[in-house]
């Protein structure tokens, strides 16, 4: 039983319980207060959130602050959270990033503010849930439950199409997630009565349930990620939603797809995985190398980093099916680098659109001269998406090109392709829009970023910079746990 | 043979019922006011539950010579059937006194019905299974006929009567031939002689035939589901909500009474037909839903949906797959309330606001409103963190319990075909804007309100903490088995 409320659980409720608060406060005519009250939610919920960081064990690959409560017990279902090396650090991320958010959208959101920061605030909530939960159910509640606020930002305040990217963003996650749901419901039966998630590693399957139970899982999973070709939703979802819903969007829900593989895929069905990894490698190079083709024709800018993110999440997939170290930890490393980078080119895509109304590169041209410190502070992001050294995108991709030449030589080298693709449609696109002569009057116009702005892009600049040039601190708390996993998959858990 | 004085006491409920509901009768003969027949109403179904919850024990007892049945799934469901009912009431209260229809004629019709569904969940006897049935359905077709003037009401008061009058046909059919089988019309001693032997299989199938058909129209599960699209569109709304919610707890134990208690014996037989039945309703409901215009008739396609997810649960045929058909139903009757609530709820006078696009941009003029109704459409979706998740997590889970992955399988597909309209009306509430700048009419009715808002507030409680509502219904369930 629980004594007092964890940590977890406060970095769950915290946010949602803020989230409601502001909605508590009723229409636009509050909102100044609404917005003070999000950003007090959403820093508490950052604040309750570091001493996960703090009190750490790393040396340890068992589940920390772990919280068991009874919830469900006709169904032996248990409001059962705890956090790894492995979901620990999303936690962090998800809280950061929310904060980042709530100032994103400060003077951007004009109507039904208070709507829009309770939904962030709520999903923020949700999403802590899905990386702490151990429970089956609970897990999934969770990862349903994020899709309600995401739908309704996207719908309420995105662009032109919204309505038809909301709903096919919901319909999309919701297929995947109800075959998982089946499979979860399977699980429960063949384990004897329990929906806990650990219970799941242990149990054996004979080789035809683990094949059908990783399809299953990979539905859920890979469209969320989203893997190719699968992921045709994202960017339609991307375009329309407002920024603060692409930059959740990218730095975080697709991070929960990823999630998934480690926590569920890998550990449950290690034999099938094992068996289907070149099926998860090659949607994952496709998605490194297509995808980034892809990328390089986009006009819109919006649409090139929504392909640019699904080339990078191939490379998360691509370095946990390499099975090694390097591989699990890089492929992680790269998920946390891509939260704060897409993060921080949809922030200023964002603050461009917010200028100009538009996201088409061929309206751009000279920005650099009427916005210098934007224009060096993009520059960081560009350079961090093509994976410079020096910049967090670098250490994750270099560790899980190591990781694949030590499988097979050809995969690392279509891997490391993307460091070219990367590199061509990032800085392109950058070239195009940044530098140049003055392209129109709207761009002379322009004003360079306020305070607000300024201070939004440098956490993330420094966030960038500091995981780029001293990575350690990061894989270390992952080692252990990744170590864990890894005993644990060599493992055939077969039975006939 | 009198009976005993023991069996009237057994049955108080039933009885106080049918003196208050002849009360309002009176009350409207003697009386001007509409409020007094109303408030009569509302103390007689709450001097019910009372009487239920205290006169009845959780063991099984028997009545009136084998034809009345107490035991705890009755308890519960007829507990559940009274508010239920009252609920309806308040919800419908505005709206009636707007059209003039607020009065001891409806109200009574209304009691009796519940007299009815409270007579089939206490039947252990064909003969008293079907009175309650036909005192409910006769009273149904009267409400649904009461706006007498209006075609489409007139129409759909036809339809129901010919094609209940028919599935009543069917039934008795079925119960006669399951008496010639086993010379009984008592449910346990049909379900004793089943189990030593029957002399004609065949005959057994064919008498199972009728009676699942009959059973069948009255769920209003595919395929004979024709009935529900036109009765919930063409009914006032408030008889709409009151058809839509209680009636489907007494049809849940009908099937229990008939399927389970009587012929559980024939299990393997009526499981394929409950099958089909079921993933037929899961089609036809859920694709046709999509095509509707109407808020009303894409709930009742909605509904035959969840009829089909309810059958699932009653033919997978385990002690967990009755009480999550049970936990079902009764999560069904609460979103059915708060859905056909709003609905009565927004109309006013002279303004039925039952097309889709009257839902357009609710969100904007009252954010209140629209989340009650979001929250119970997603319900309806089956997502969390909202009731009607758990129960359809509960379906699905007797089923793949009792090896039937791929009728999981089946119904998880259209729940995601579901979705799709569920999620329209929120989108309809929240992405557009309102279809004319002036104020979307909502009745001021505070009664109906603050029940919205508590039964907003239930549906995401019990999706937070669904344990106590789990429990009671699989207690009632395994008290209830023989």
Same mark, same amino acid.
């Given at each position: 039983?629980?004594?007092?409320?964890?940590?977890?659980s406060l970095?769950i409720w915290?946010?949602?319980?803020?989230?409601?608060l502001?909605?508590v406060?009723?229409?636009?005519?509050?909102?100044?207060?609404?917005?003070?009250?999000?950003l007090?939610?959403?820093?508490?919920?950052?604040?309750v959130?570091?001493p996960?960081?703090?009190?750490?064990?790393?040396?340890?690959a068992?589940?920390?602050?772990?919280?068991?409560?009874e919830?469900i017990?006709?169904?032996?279902?248990?409001?059962?959270?705890g956090?790894d090396?492995?979901s620990?650090?999303?936690i962090?991320?998800?809280s950061?990033?929310?904060?980042?958010?709530?100032?994103a959208?400060?003077?951007?959101?004009?109507? =039904?503010? @208070?709507?829009? +920061?309770? &939904?962030? !605030?709520?999903?923020?909530g949700?999403?802590?849930?899905? $990386?702490?939960?151990?429970?089956?159910?609970?897990?999934?509640?969770f990862?349903?439950?994020?899709?309600?606020?995401?739908y309704?930002?996207?719908?309420m305040?995105g662009?032109?199409n919204r309505?038809?990217?909301a709903?096919?963003?919901?319909l999309?996650?919701?297929?995947?997630?109800?075959?998982?749901?089946?499979?979860?419901?399977?699980?429960?039966?063949?384990?004897?009565g329990?929906?806990?998630?650990?219970e799941?590693? =242990?149990? @054996?399957?004979? +080789?035809? &349930?683990? !094949?059908?139970?990783?399809?299953?899982?990979?539905?859920? $999973?890979a469209?969320?990620?989203p893997?190719?070709?699968?992921?045709?939703?994202?960017?339609d979802?991307?375009v329309?939603?407002?920024?603060g819903?692409?930059?959740?969007l990218?730095?975080?829900?697709?991070?929960v797809?990823?999630?998934g593989?480690l926590?569920?895929?890998?550990?449950i069905?290690?034999?099938?995985?094992?068996?289907?990894?070149?099926?998860?490698?090659?949607?994952?190079?496709?998605?490194?190398?297509?995808?980034?083709?892809?990328?390089?024709?986009?006009?819109?800018?919006?649409?090139?980093i929504?392909?640019?993110?699904?080339?990078?999440?191939?490379?998360?997939?691509l370095?946990?099916m390499?099975?090694?170290?390097?591989g699990?930890?890089g492929?992680?490393?790269?998920m946390?680098?891509?939260?704060?980078v897409?993060?921080?080119?949809?922030?200023?895509?964002?603050?461009?659109?917010?200028?100009?109304?538009?996201?088409?590169?061929?309206d751009?041209?000279?920005?650099?001269?009427?916005?210098?410190?934007?224009?060096a502070?993009?520059?960081?992001?560009?350079?961090?998406?093509?994976?410079l050294?020096?910049?967090?995108g670098?250490?994750?991709?270099?560790?899980v090109?190591?990781?694949?030449?030590?499988?097979n030589?050809?995969?690392?080298?279509?891997?490391?392709?993307?460091?070219?693709?990367?590199?061509?449609?990032?800085?392109?696109?950058?070239?195009?829009?940044?530098?140049?002569?003055?392209?129109?009057?709207?761009?002379a116009?322009l004003?360079?970023?306020?305070?607000?702005?300024?201070?939004?892009?440098?956490?993330?600049?420094?966030?960038v910079?500091a995981?780029?040039?001293?990575?350690?601190?990061?894989?270390d708390v992952?080692?252990a746990?990744v170590?864990?996993l890894?005993?644990?998959?060599?493992?055939?858990?077969?039975?006939? | 043979?009198?009976?005993?004085?023991?069996?009237?006491?057994?049955?108080?409920?039933?009885?106080?019922?049918?003196v208050v509901?002849?009360?309002?009768?009176?009350?409207?003969a003697?009386?001007?006011?509409?409020?007094a027949?109303?408030?009569?109403?509302?103390?007689?179904?709450?001097l019910?539950?009372?009487?239920?919850?205290?006169?009845?024990?959780a063991?099984?007892?028997?009545?009136?010579?084998?034809?009345?049945?107490?035991?705890?799934?009755?308890?519960?469901?007829?507990?559940?059937?009274?508010?239920?009912a009252?609920?309806?009431?308040?919800?419908?209260?505005?709206?009636?006194?707007d059209?003039?229809?607020?009065?001891?004629?409806y109200?009574?019709l209304?009691?009796?019905?519940?007299?009815?569904?409270?007579?089939?969940?206490?039947?252990?006897?064909?003969?008293?299974?079907?009175?309650?049935?036909?005192?409910?359905?006769?009273?149904?077709?009267?409400?649904?006929?009461?706006?007498?003037?209006?075609?489409?009401?007139?129409?759909?008061?036809?339809k129901?009567?010919?094609?209940?009058?028919?599935?009543?046909?069917?039934?008795l059919?079925?119960?006669?031939?399951l008496y010639?089988?086993?010379?009984?019309?008592?449910?346990?001693?049909?379900?004793?002689?089943?189990?030593?032997?029957?002399k004609?299989?065949m005959?057994?199938?064919f008498a199972?035939?009728?009676?699942?058909?009959?059973?069948?129209?009255?769920?209003?599960?595919?395929?004979?589901?024709?009935?529900?699209?036109?009765?919930?569109?063409?009914?006032?709304?408030?008889?709409t909500?009151f058809?839509?919610?209680?009636p489907?707890?007494?049809?849940?134990?009908f099937?229990?009474?008939l399927l389970?208690?009587?012929?559980?014996?024939?299990?393997?037989?009526?499981?394929?037909?409950?099958?089909?039945?079921?993933?037929?309703?899961?089609?036809?409901?859920?694709?046709a839903?999509?095509?509707?215009?109407?808020?009303k008739r894409?709930?009742?396609?909605?509904?035959?949906s969840?009829?089909?997810?309810?059958?699932?649960g009653?033919?997978?045929?385990?002690?967990?797959?009755?009480?999550?058909?049970?936990?079902?139903?009764?999560t069904?009757?609460?979103?059915?309330?708060?859905?056909?609530?709003?609905?009565?709820?927004?109309?006013?006078?002279?303004?039925?606001?039952?097309?889709?696009?009257?839902?357009?941009?609710?969100?904007?003029?009252?954010?209140?409103?629209?989340?009650?109704?979001?929250?119970?459409?997603?319900?309806?979706?089956?997502?969390?963190?909202?009731?009607g998740?758990?129960?359809?997590?509960?379906?699905?889970?007797?089923?793949?319990?009792?090896?039937?992955?791929?009728?999981?399988?089946?119904?998880?597909?259209?729940?995601?075909?579901?979705?799709?309209?569920?999620l329209?009306?929120?989108k309809?509430?929240?992405?557009?804007?309102?279809a004319?700048?002036?104020?979307?009419?909502?009745?001021?009715?505070?009664?109906?309100?603050?029940?919205?808002?508590?039964?907003?507030?239930?549906?995401?409680?019990?999706?937070?903490?669904p344990?106590?509502?789990?429990?009671l219904?699989?207690?009632?369930?395994q008290?209830?088995?023989?």
């Amino acid at each position: 039983m629980i004594e007092g409320i964890g940590y977890l659980s406060l970095t769950i409720w915290v946010p949602i319980v803020a989230g409601l608060l502001i909605l508590v406060t009723g229409d636009d005519r509050n909102a100044s207060g609404q917005r003070t009250l999000a950003l007090l939610g959403s820093v508490l919920g950052l604040l309750v959130s570091l001493p996960l960081w703090s009190g750490f064990d790393s040396a340890s690959a068992e589940i920390q602050f772990n919280e068991i409560a009874e919830w469900i017990p006709a169904f032996n279902i248990w409001y059962h959270l705890g956090v790894d090396g492995i979901s620990m650090p999303f936690i962090l991320l998800n809280s950061f990033t929310t904060v980042l958010v709530v100032l994103a959208g400060w003077q951007v959101i004009k109507t =039904r503010i @208070g709507q829009y +920061m309770a &939904a962030f !605030l709520i999903q923020s909530g949700l999403i802590n849930g899905v $990386f702490a939960a151990l429970d089956g159910v609970l897990f999934y509640v969770f990862f349903e439950a994020m899709l309600i606020p995401l739908y309704l930002i996207i719908g309420m305040w995105g662009g032109p199409n919204r309505v038809y990217a909301a709903i096919k963003f919901f319909l999309y996650t919701l297929l995947g997630s109800l075959m998982m749901l089946v499979a979860m419901i399977y699980l429960f039966f063949v384990s004897g009565g329990s929906f806990e998630i650990l219970e799941w590693h =242990r149990v @054996g399957l004979t +080789m035809t &349930a683990q !094949l059908l139970l990783f399809v299953a899982f990979f539905f859920a $999973f890979a469209v969320k990620v989203p893997m190719w070709p699968v992921h045709t939703w994202l960017p339609d979802a991307h375009v329309e939603a407002p920024t603060g819903g692409s930059v959740v969007l990218a730095a975080i829900t697709l991070k929960v797809g990823a999630y998934g593989f480690l926590r569920f895929t890998l550990p449950i069905v290690p034999d099938a995985a094992h068996e289907l990894t070149w099926l998860i490698v090659a949607l994952s190079l496709v998605a490194v190398v297509y995808i980034g083709l892809v990328a390089l024709v986009q006009s819109d800018m919006k649409k090139l980093i929504a392909y640019s993110s699904i080339a990078h999440m191939g490379f998360v997939t691509l370095g946990f099916m390499l099975f090694n170290p390097l591989g699990i930890e890089g492929g992680l490393v790269q998920m946390i680098s891509h939260g704060f980078v897409s993060a921080a080119l949809f922030l200023c895509i964002g603050v461009m659109y917010d200028r100009m109304h538009s996201r088409q590169i061929a309206d751009y041209g000279g920005v650099a001269n009427t916005m210098p410190k934007f224009a060096a502070l993009f520059m960081l992001f560009a350079m961090a998406n093509s994976g410079l050294p020096g910049t967090s995108g670098f250490v994750g991709e270099f560790m899980v090109i190591l990781g694949a030449v030590q499988v097979n030589f050809w995969w690392a080298a279509a891997a490391a392709l993307t460091l070219i693709f990367g590199a061509a449609y990032t800085l392109w696109m950058y070239k195009r829009v940044i530098f140049g002569k003055v392209a129109n009057e709207h761009v002379a116009d322009l004003k360079d970023i306020d305070g607000r702005e300024f201070l939004v892009l440098s956490l993330l600049a420094i966030a960038v910079l500091a995981m780029g040039l001293y990575p350690l601190p990061v894989t270390d708390v992952m080692h252990a746990s990744v170590n864990n996993l890894l005993e644990h998959v060599a493992h055939s858990k077969l039975v006939y | 043979m009198t009976p005993p004085l023991s069996d009237f006491i057994i049955a108080l409920p039933e009885i106080s019922l049918l003196v208050v509901a002849s009360l309002v009768l009176l009350i409207e003969a003697y009386s001007q006011s509409k409020v007094a027949a109303y408030l009569t109403t509302i103390f007689g179904l709450l001097l019910t539950s009372v009487l239920i919850a205290f006169a009845g024990s959780a063991d099984i007892q028997f009545a009136f010579g084998g034809l009345y049945i107490n035991d705890a799934m009755g308890i519960t469901l007829k507990l559940l059937t009274c508010f239920a009912a009252i609920m309806a009431v308040i919800y419908s209260r505005q709206y009636l006194a707007d059209r003039g229809m607020l009065g001891g004629d409806y109200l009574s019709l209304l009691l009796f019905a519940v007299l009815g569904m409270m007579v089939m969940i206490s039947a252990a006897h064909f003969l008293s299974l079907y009175l309650g049935l036909e005192l409910l359905s006769l009273s149904l077709y009267a409400m649904v006929a009461m706006r007498r003037d209006d075609v489409r009401a007139s129409e759909a008061a036809m339809k129901y009567f010919v094609l209940g009058a028919l599935a009543s046909g069917l039934l008795l059919y079925g119960m006669s031939l399951l008496y010639g089988l086993s010379g009984s019309l008592e449910l346990g001693r049909v379900a004793e002689t089943i189990n030593y032997g029957v002399k004609s299989e065949m005959v057994l199938v064919f008498a199972l035939v009728f009676v699942v058909a009959g059973l069948g129209f009255k769920l209003g599960a595919a395929p004979f589901h024709m009935w529900i699209p036109d009765v919930y569109q063409g009914a006032p709304t408030a008889v709409t909500l009151f058809v839509g919610s209680a009636p489907k707890l007494a049809a849940f134990a009908f099937a229990m009474r008939l399927l389970v208690d009587g012929l559980q014996p024939a299990h393997g037989d009526w499981q394929q037909m409950l099958a089909v039945m079921a993933v037929a309703s899961l089609a036809i409901g859920n694709l046709a839903a999509i095509m509707q215009t109407n808020i009303k008739r894409m709930l009742a396609y909605s509904t035959i949906s969840h009829m089909g997810f309810l059958l699932l649960g009653i033919m997978s045929g385990s002690l967990a797959g009755y009480s999550a058909a049970m936990f079902y139903a009764v999560t069904y009757v609460l979103m059915s309330l708060g859905g056909f609530g709003m609905v009565t709820y927004m109309s006013r006078a002279g303004v039925e606001a039952e097309e889709l696009d009257d839902y357009k941009g609710l969100n904007a003029k009252h954010p209140w409103l629209a989340a009650v109704m979001g929250m119970i459409m997603l319900s309806m979706a089956g997502l969390p963190p909202f009731v009607g998740f758990y129960a359809k997590l509960t379906v699905l889970q007797s089923l793949i319990g009792a090896g039937w992955l791929w009728l999981a399988l089946v119904a998880v597909f259209f729940s995601l075909i579901g979705a799709y309209y569920y999620l329209r009306i929120v989108k309809l509430m929240y992405f557009d804007a309102p279809a004319s700048s002036e104020t979307i009419p909502v009745s001021h009715a505070g009664d109906a309100r603050m029940l919205l808002s508590a039964n907003g507030m239930a549906i995401l409680l019990l999706g937070i903490l669904p344990q106590p509502l789990m429990t009671l219904c699989a207690y009632s369930i395994q008290m209830s088995l023989r």
